[in-house]
């Protein structure tokens, strides 16, 4: 370690409406006596991915509990983080059920993910469903960084109108709440992510630089070199070589996102954001690569993203699936149909494959930045064509820190609720609370 010269963990390379966040380095680590002590010293984060429309799941779901457990098909693309991830079977969401309110399943399983509280059934400006999960972690931990959480999406919000069954819009497509009433609703352009996690403080300067950087085709970087460079001069060899691995990470970013923006496809609504990439994959990607960024930098600890929201009927051509993926969830047993289902399932797996993969090639400490992360990927419906919202296919990745034993495949008692998972989740992070939407108490047996 430099033992020359510590550097405090909120420090920013800054430049003409720039603020460009710093990754760990060995002398931002406090002086410690202890490896467990190191550990601690770490922040925490936790993520939530959410995917449309259930699983196929008898491939989804391991054939065997425990550590010897092969990963099924859809699961397969996880094979270099096998010993990384918790497949958690049983796992249910009561409040995401009719309950009463008839249909809209859809609507109310992306609702109930992360609140575990039944949706009122309005299509009007009278939504209401409860607190999620990593809103009551950024109501207490916010502060700690430069944003409280990052809400990020692939599909264009939608706040009102009907779009399921008497369900406001705005049930599908946030599964962020604030408070009851108020969806934290996801960015989809990864040009306005990115400006939001690089640039400056000021709304107005911020607005300046980027039109002065479109005119003279600089990147947002060249504006920080210089306080770079100045703090070179005071890092060892390690932090030396971190830090350019790191700008260069962010450049090459900056780069293909510029790329993507060529070949955006262009939006009915003129003033809705520019700069999201036609290809699918791709928009997938750049998302999860900047999600990375903000965990490296902990600019966020806390992050959720849809890559689609429950209900999407979007077609997946490039994997030679043509049909809707919602009118194949309704597959009436048809193993044909079942099987496409299984591919679209395993085509976003591949995709969170490589944000996990990426976490874990980022040293932080004596660990990987995975290892001090807790990332839930799931959905609110087991499969699409019972609708049923028991059995949920749901994964963790990371350990939290030392929290969670991963390289498992645990099963649970049925009608455990998820929101279990998320009290032991905000346990961990030093938020305690005695319940969260429907829980019964801890989820026993992660650790």
Sequence with gaps: MNTKWQIPRRTFLKGLGTAVAL????????????????????????????????????????????????LPLILEPLKSVRQDIAVLSGLAHDKARPNGDGAGDHARASATFLTGCQARKTQGADIKVGTSVDQVAAAKLGRQTR??????????????????????????????????????????????????????????ENAESRARRNRYHKSILDF??????????????TDRRKLDEYLTAVR??????????????????????????????????????????AFQTDTTRIASFIPA????????????????????????????KKQKIAKIN???????????????????????????????????????????????????????????????HIRFDKETPMANLYLSMLDNIGVSIDRLGDSTGRLMGLS
């Design 23 to 70: 990754p760990m380095f060995e002398s931002m680590v406090p002086h410690v006596t202890s490896a467990a002590d190191s550990a601690t010293a770490m922040p925490k984060r936790m993520a939530f991915v959410y995917i449309p429309n259930g699983a196929n799941m008898a491939d989804w779901t391991p054939k065997t509990v425990g550590a010897d457990f092969e």
């Design 147 to 204: 944003f409280a959480s990052l809400e990020i999406g692939c599909d264009r919000s939608q706040q009102t109108g009907n779009c399921d069954s008497g369900y406001s819009c705005a049930y599908s497509y946030n599964i962020a709440w604030k408070n009851e009433s108020t969806p934290m609703p996801a960015e989809t352009d990864p040009r306005l992510v990115f400006e939001r996690l690089f640039g400056g403080f000021n709304p107005n």
């Design 224 to 237: 920080a070199l210089e306080d770079a460079n100045r703090l070179k001069a005071n890092l060892g060899y």
């Design 252 to 293: 090459e970013l900056e780069t293909r996102i510029e790329q993507a923006e060529k070949f955006a496809t262009a939006l009915p609504n003129h003033d809705a954001p520019t700069g999201i990439p036609k290809d699918y994959a791709q928009h997938i990607r750049l998302m999860y690569d900047l999600l990375a960024l």
């Design 309 to 336: 929201h429950d209900g999407s009927n979007k077609a997946y051509p490039f994997i030679d699936v043509a049909e809707g993926h919602h009118d194949l969830s309704h597959h009436g047993n048809d193993e044909v």
């Design 346 to 408: 395993r085509f976003h797996i591949t995709q969170f494959a490589y944000f996990i993969e990426r976490l874990k090639s980022i040293k932080e400490g004596e660990r990987s930045l995975l290892e001090n992360c807790t990332i839930v990927y799931g959905s609110g419906i087991g499969d699409g064509n019972a609708h049923n919202h028991d059995n949920l296919p749901v994964l963790v990745a990371g350990q939290g820190g030392g929290f969670l034993q991963t390289g498992r």
